[in-house]
C-alpha cells in the first residue's frame, strides 16, 4: 500500500471516494502475469463510489451522487459507439492503464504518473475518472452490491439477455458459479428461462445457484446429464470447459463464451459437427451493455427485490486482506470478496 498524489478532475472528469470494490477474476490473470498490462498500476475495475468533486463541463453529476464505475467509458463517437455497441468502444474515455503522463491524474510522490486498470482503479481509496465511467444509480442501493453491478452482475446478467437473448422457456446451462456465473443464472431466472441449469466443481456453489434460481445443480463431473440446452454460458475462462460448451448445446443451440483465458489460448471444435449442428458460437464482452442504461436497471430490479444479488457477497473486506482474497480465488472458495472502504 502506498500514498499517492491525485490531481484534481480536469474537463469531463469527476473525482470519486471509493464506497466498495469487488475482487473479480479479470483482476487475478493480471496479477497472475495471463495477461498483459503495464506494471505498477492500481488494479480493481468493479466499484461503487461517491462523487467529490467535478471537472468542468460536466453538468449531470453532483458531489454525493453514487456512481458505479464502468470499465470501459464509451467515448461515444468511435464507430461501435454509433453502432450503439459501447462494450467495443475503440476509444475510450479516460487514461486506461495507459502511463501516458497527459493521462494519468495519480503521480507518486515523486511525481511519476500510474496507471489505474480500465481507468477506473477501484483498488485505490479515491480516483479521477471519465464523466462517462460514472454511472449515478439508486443511492438506496448498497455499495457493495453497487460495486458488483460494475463488472460480475452486468457481465452475467447482460449475457443471457442481450448477448444470448435468452427468451422466457428456453434451457439453460452455465458453466462455472463464480461472481459471473452465479448473475448469470440469476439473469437466467428472471427472464424466465427453464429449466436452468448450473454446473461447478464446488458444492458450495451449487447450493447457492439453486438459492439464485437455478432449477438443477451438478457438479463439473455430472455434466453429461446437462447435454441438450437451448443456450450455454461458459463462465470460467477453461479451454476444456469451452469446447465441452460447444459440444453441450443442441443442435440449433446458442453457446456463449463469458469466461476468459489467458491471451494467446485457443479453443478447437469439430467444424463438421457445428455447421451440420447449425450451432452459434458467441463471444460476450460486458454482457454487451450499455452501462448508463443496465447499471441503473439493475440497481432498481435489485431494490424491487427481482434479483437476489445479495447471495455474491461472500466476505466484506478491508484493503490490506486483498492478497487473500486472490488466494482464494485461485482455490474456487466463495464468490465475491468485496473491499469495503471506511
Ligand atoms: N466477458 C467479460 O466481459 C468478462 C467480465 C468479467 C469477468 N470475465 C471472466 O469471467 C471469468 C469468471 O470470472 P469470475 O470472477 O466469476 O471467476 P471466479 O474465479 O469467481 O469463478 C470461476 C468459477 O468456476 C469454477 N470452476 C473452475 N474450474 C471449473 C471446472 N473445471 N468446471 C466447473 N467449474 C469450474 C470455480 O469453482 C468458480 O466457482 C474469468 O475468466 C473472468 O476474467 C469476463
Ligand atoms: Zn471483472
Ligand atoms: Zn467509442
Redesign the pocket.
Known amino acids: 500500500m502506498e500514498e499517492c498524489v491525485l490531481d484534481p478532475p480536469q474537463p469531463a472528469e469527476v473525482r470519486v471516494r471509493m464506497a466498495a470494490a469487488g475482487v ?3 483482476d487475478l ?1 493480471v496479477v497472475d502475469g495471463e495477461w498483459e498490462r503495464p506494471t505498477g498500476i492500481v488494479l480493481g475495475h468493479e466499484g461503487a463510489a461517491w462523487v467529490e468533486s467535478i471537472g468542468e463541463g460536466v453538468d449531470d453529476l453532483e458531489p454525493g451522487d453514487l456512481v458505479v464505475l464502468a470499465w470501459t467509458a464509451p467515448c461515444s463517437r468511435c464507430d461501435a459507439c454509433e453502432r450503439q455497441q459501447p462494450w467495443l468502444c475503440v476509444t475510450p474515455d479516460g487514461s486506461g492503464h495507459r502511463l501516458a503522463p497527459e493521462l494519468a491524474r495519480m503521480h507518486r510522490t515523486t511525481g511519476e504518473p500510474i496507471g489505474i486498470y480500465s481507468g477506473i482503479g477501484t483498488f485505490g481509496e479515491h480516483q479521477v475518472v471519465a464523466r462517462s465511467a460514472a454511472i449515478k444509480i439508486d443511492p438506496r442501493t448498497p455499495p457493495d452490491i453497487a460495486a458488483l453491478i460494475g ?2 452482475v452486468t ?1 452475467g446478467i447482460g449475457a443471457v439477455r442481450n448477448t444470448a437473448g435468452v427468451k422466457a422457456g428456453e434451457s439453460v446451462l452455465v ?7 452465479l448473475s448469470a443464472v440469476m439473469g437466467a431466472a428472471a427472464v424466465g428461462a427453464h429449466p436452468i441449469t448450473a ?4 458444492p458450495a ?1 451449487l447450493e447457492l445457484a439453486v438459492r439464485a434460481g437455478a432449477h438443477r445443480a451438478l457438479l ?1 463431473d455430472k455434466v453429461d446429464q446437462a447435454r441438450g440446452a437451448d443456450h450455454v454460458l461458459e ?4 479451454i ?2 469451452v469446447e465441452l460448451a460447444v459440444e453441450l448445446a443442441r443442435p440449433g443451440g446458442v453457446i456463449t463464451l ?3 483465458t489467458p491471451q494467446g489460448h485457443r479453443a478447437s471444435f469439430d467444424v463438421y459437427r457445428l455447421v451440420e449442428d447449425g450451432k452459434q458460437i458467441r463471444g ?4 454487451s451493455a450499455v452501462p448508463a442504461q443496465d447499471f441503473p436497471q439493475i440497481a432498481t430490479e435489485y431494490l424491487e427485490g427481482a434479483l437476489p444479488l445479495d447471495l455474491l457477497v461472500t466476505e466484506r473486506i478491508g484493503l490490506q486482506e486483498l492478497d487473500a482474497a486472490f488466494d482464494a ?1 485461485r482455490r ?1 472458495d466463495g ?1 465475491r470478496r468485496v473491499v469495503v472502504f471506511g
Open positions: 473479480c477474476h479479470s490473470h463488472c460480475a457481465t458453466i462455472g458459479l463464480g461472481g459471473v456465473g454446473i461447478d466443481t464446488s456453489k463439473a463462465c470460467i475462462g477453461l476444456e470447459t463469458v469466461g476468459m460476450s464482452n460486458y454482457g480465488m474456487g464468490v
